[in-house]
């Protein structure tokens, strides 16, 4: 089956899940779209810079953001924070030429408003996910929790991704618990670069089943 829109969400924060979106859209020479960046680093850069260096891609197909908040906390909050009001027609899918990787902000139930969450926008979208999870202890539930609200919202599933050290009896207990394909594991990096992530991708995953 090919998927030419894949929403690329994760378990929780901070889990590597940019890391892998970036190492996708590298392998399947993909556009790139994270709808809402909430928080910015020192110098102005978010998600989306960080995809463009690490994925080497063409820059021009990395797309802007519909927002591009200030505050890093959940999206419902830093636009309040920032004054603004979020549009949820604002996140219509953009239309390219090409795979496009669409890239949540952590966890599958982090709110865009007040009312609405990534889960339910991935819903409207109707595009099928990948979900990003960590090794570490607690995974199991945030994952196994993860993968049932996407479910109930009618979200389907191409598989789980991990992010970290291996963890053999984690990871198959939550692909036969939540009975879910393991797609891979992005192991942790020494160095973070184009070259070393492109060669961790090609090592721990098939393009195939992303539906290349």
Same mark, same amino acid.
């Not at 859209?25 to 260096?53: C, H, I, M, S």
């Not at 139930?109 to 926008?121: E, K, M």
């Not at 994952?143 to 049932?148: P, W």
């Given at each position: 089956?090919?998927?030419?829109?894949?929403?690329?969400?994760?378990?929780?924060?901070?889990?590597?899940?940019?890391?892998?979106?970036?190492?996708? =859209?590298?392998? @399947?020479? &993909?556009?790139?779209?994270?709808? *809402?960046?909430?928080? !910015?680093?020192?110098? /102005?850069? %978010?998600? +989306?810079?960080?995809?463009?260096?690490?994925?080497?891609?063409?820059?021009?197909?990395?797309?802007?953001?519909?927002?591009?908040?200030?505050?890093?906390?959940?999206?419902?909050?830093?636009?309040?924070?920032?004054?603004? =009001?979020?549009? @949820?027609? &604002?996140?219509?899918?953009?239309? *390219?030429?090409?795979? !496009?990787?669409?890239? /949540?902000? %952590?966890? +599958?139930?982090?709110?865009?408003?007040?009312?609405?969450?990534?889960?339910?926008?991935?819903?409207?979208?109707?595009?099928?996910?990948?979900?990003?999870?960590?090794?570490?202890?607690?995974?199991?539930?945030?994952?196994?929790?993860?993968?049932?609200?996407?479910?109930?919202?009618?979200?389907?599933?191409?598989?789980?991704?991990?992010? /970290?050290?291996?963890?053999?009896?984690?990871?198959?207990?939550?692909?036969?618990?939540?009975?879910?394909?393991?797609?891979?594991?992005?192991?942790?990096?020494?160095?973070?670069?184009?070259?070393?992530?492109?060669?961790?991708?090609?090592?721990?995953?098939?393009?195939?089943?992303?539906?290349?």
């Amino acid at each position: 089956m090919s998927h030419s829109r894949i929403i690329v969400t994760g378990t929780d924060t901070g889990i590597g899940k940019t890391v892998f979106a970036s190492a996708l =859209t590298g392998a @399947l020479n &993909a556009f790139y779209w994270k709808p *809402v960046q909430a928080g !910015l680093e020192p110098d /102005g850069t %978010g998600d +989306a810079d960080a995809v463009a260096r690490l994925c080497g891609i063409d820059p021009a197909r990395v797309l802007p953001e519909a927002y591009r908040l200030n505050t890093p906390c959940s999206p419902h909050r830093a636009a309040e924070i920032d004054g603004i =009001t979020i549009d @949820l027609a &604002a996140l219509a899918v953009p239309d *390219v030429d090409g795979p !496009l990787v669409i890239e /949540g902000a %952590g966890g +599958a139930l982090v709110p865009i408003t007040r009312s609405h969450t990534y889960a339910d926008q991935f819903a409207v979208w109707g595009y099928p996910a990948v979900l990003v999870a960590r090794t570490e202890l607690g995974t199991i539930n945030h994952s196994l929790l993860s993968i049932e609200a996407l479910r109930a919202r009618g979200v389907s599933l191409i598989g789980i991704a991990f992010v /970290g050290d291996a963890n053999e009896d984690t990871e198959r207990t939550i692909a036969e618990m939540g009975r879910i394909k393991r797609l891979g594991r992005l192991p942790r990096l020494a160095t973070l670069d184009q070259a070393a992530l492109s060669a961790a991708f090609a090592a721990n995953f098939r393009v195939e089943d992303f539906g290349a």
